[in-house]
T-cell receptor
Framework: GQNIDQPTEMTATEGAIVQINCTYQ??????LFWYQQHAGEAPTFLSYNVLDGLEEKGRFSSFLSRSKGYSYLLLKELQMKDSASYLC??????????WGAGTKLIIKP | IAGITQAPTSQILAAGRRMTLRCTQDMRHNAMYWYRQDLGLGLRLIHY???????GKGEVPDGYSVSRANTDDFPLTLASAVPSQTSVYFCASSPNGQETQYFGPGTRLLVL
């Protein structure tokens, strides 16, 4: 079966750095997405990786290793507004997105 | 304003009633999707449409139906609602089914 694993919840301090991991086992791979979802709102796109390596976008970076079935989202200089759930999703061989359950990130002052 | 709209924002529905959730996008995207999101679970695909006139079943299609008469609209119908269909429903679209998906604001449905 297809499976995406990410931690249920993480806590970090304002101004610090946090890494959210995602491991996947899917039928085929056509890219990996990270989305941010604030409570009561819709998911919004953060990043996309299809090749191995690091993609940097401001305070957020995303890394992919296809051979290990592994990705992480790195958030730097954490701000209170970064408190949200972070969703990992893989585009499988049928071009369907398979979603992880999400990681709830709590930022403390 | 370009994007995806959903209606209603929220709804309380008696079990056994029929309900249609509406979704409209003005980005001229070919692909559209309906997901449900339940606490502790990832987004689960209900139905999708790769282009106007075609639809397909996702992971959890039972009890739901969709139609895609034109590019912009993708309504989701619950023929006879049951309490297990209590959820938050998101509509999404992407240009051609292989790119980033953009989400509507969601419909919160409570079936009693």
């Amino acid at each position: 079966g297809q499976n995406i694993d990410q931690p249920t919840e993480m806590t970090a301090t304002e101004g610090a750095i946090v890494q959210i991991n995602c491991t996947y086992q899917t039928s085929g791979f056509n890219g990996l997405f990270w989305y941010q979802q604030h409570a009561g709102e819709a998911p919004t796109f953060l990043s996309y990786n299809v090749l191995d390596g690091l993609e940097e976008k401001g305070r957020f970076s995303s890394f992919l290793s296809r051979s290990k079935g592994y990705s992480y989202l790195l958030l730097k200089e954490l701000q209170m507004k970064d408190s949200a759930s972070y969703l990992c999703a893989v585009l499988d061989s049928n071009y369907q997105l398979i979603w992880g359950a999400g990681t709830k990130l709590i930022i403390k002052p | 304003i370009a994007g995806i709209t959903q209606a209603p924002t929220s709804q309380i529905l008696a079990a056994g009633r029929r309900m249609t959730l509406r979704c409209t996008q003005d980005m001229r995207h070919n692909a559209m999707y309906w997901y449900r999101q339940d606490l502790g679970l990832g987004l689960r695909l209900i139905h999708y449409s790769n282009t106007a006139g075609t639809t397909g079943k996702g992971e959890v299609p039972d009890g739901y139906s969709v139609s895609r008469a034109n590019t912009d609209d993708f309504p989701l119908t619950l023929a006879s609602a049951v309490p297990s269909q209590t959820s938050v429903y998101f509509c999404a679209s992407s240009p051609n089914g292989q790119e980033t998906q953009y989400f509507g604001p969601g419909t919160r449905l409570l079936v009693l």
